[in-house]
């Protein structure tokens, strides 16, 4: 009899919702595939929170899918931000979009007072693309490819982040962006590895952890070592790392959480990982998202920051020797 009321009253519930999403205009909701794309959290982020947090609130189209208004996709961003910056989402999940924004913006005076960085959000802005190729060219030789991810890239990707958030960017803005980054970080990691020797990393993400840029990031880092990088790309399953880790006789396997992946799941994969490796291969794991976990895992090396990746780099060959 129970199971009958509660059905009943999830019926009650998608009914309600399919009529409240009648009311509201089509094109002031998006599927949740389309808000995937549009902040980088995944349809199971999104479940999850639904479940956890009782936001977003979803409402239902006349086929029973979920389809979300742009005030709840506008505090999504704002979320998806924060966490970029180090914020757990059960802290702010419940805050107003104003109280998000303002924690959003509030740390962003060092970025404003960068004039490089400000010159390329206002390419950006301008849609000048040939501008902005550029001048990410001129920075990368100027600095060099490791200043050039550490001093540009990384809080240049958090700036344009931000102002997307603040509304000052379109989706396609901030994509014309990471487009630009990956193209030239990739041209730069190509004429860098050619002269790389041990470690042998592997590099690439679990499923629905779809997030490449920071895999670039980390893979131009190593590059400048001397390590050779094997990428996979993201969203790989757990036993094909393994098996491919094995096939390229991978010293390392390393792997990038962004702020949207789930601590718990990040943890408990990486366990899962670590055993099915061989002891000899090395664990890494880096990104927003380790950044967040409070607990050591045993047998994985959580890299908080870029930085350390030198240092991690010469002691695996203090150990097993240059290669």
Not at 3 to 12: I, L, V, Y
Not at 104 to 115: F, M, N, Q, V
Request: glycine residues 8%; aromatic residues 4%.
């Amino acid at each position: 009899m129970e199971k009958t009321d509660t059905s009943s009253r999830n019926s009650g519930l998608r009914q309600a919702s399919a009529v409240s999403a009648a009311v509201l205009p089509a094109e002031s909701m998006l599927s949740i595939s389309a808000v995937e794309r549009d902040t980088g959290l995944s349809k199971d982020v999104l479940r999850m929170w639904e479940r956890r947090y009782r936001f977003p609130s979803p409402l239902r189209d006349k086929h029973g899918e979920r389809i979300y208004p742009h005030d709840q996709i506008a505090k999504l961003r704002a979320v998806k931000r924060l966490m970029d910056r180090g914020y757990r989402p059960g802290k702010i999940i419940g805050l107003h979009l104003d109280d998000l924004n303002a924690l959003g913006t509030a740390p962003a005076g060092a970025l404003e007072h960068s004039t490089e960085i400000q010159e390329v959000l206002s390419l950006i802005r301008g849609h000048q693309l040939q501008e902005l190729r550029q001048r990410l060219n001129q920075m990368l030789m100027k600095q060099g490819l490791l200043r050039f991810v550490v001093e540009t890239v990384a809080p240049l990707t958090t700036a344009v982040g931000e102002a997307w958030v603040r509304g000052e960017f379109a989706v396609f803005e901030e994509h014309l962006y990471t487009e630009q980054i990956q193209g030239l970080l990739r041209n730069a990691i190509t004429s860098a590895q050619a002269h790389s020797t041990a470690p042998r990393v592997l590099l690439t993400s679990f499923p629905t952890e779809p997030h490449n840029l920071g895999l670039l990031m980390v893979e131009a880092a190593l590059v400048v070592e001397g390590a050779t990088c094997i990428p996979l790309g993201t969203e790989t399953p757990a036993p094909e790392i393994v098996r491919a880790a094995s096939a390229h006789r991978a010293d390392i396997v390393a792997l990038s959480f962004s702020a949207a992946f789930p601590e718990r799941l990040a943890a408990s994969g990486l366990r899962d990982l670590r055993l099915a490796l061989p002891r000899n291969v090395e664990l890494w794991a880096g990104g927003s998202c380790v950044r967040r976990l409070r607990k050591a895992i045993e047998g994985v090396a959580l890299v908080r920051s870029l930085d350390q990746l030198g240092s991690m780099v010469a002691d695996w060959r203090a150990v097993h020797g240059p290669g």
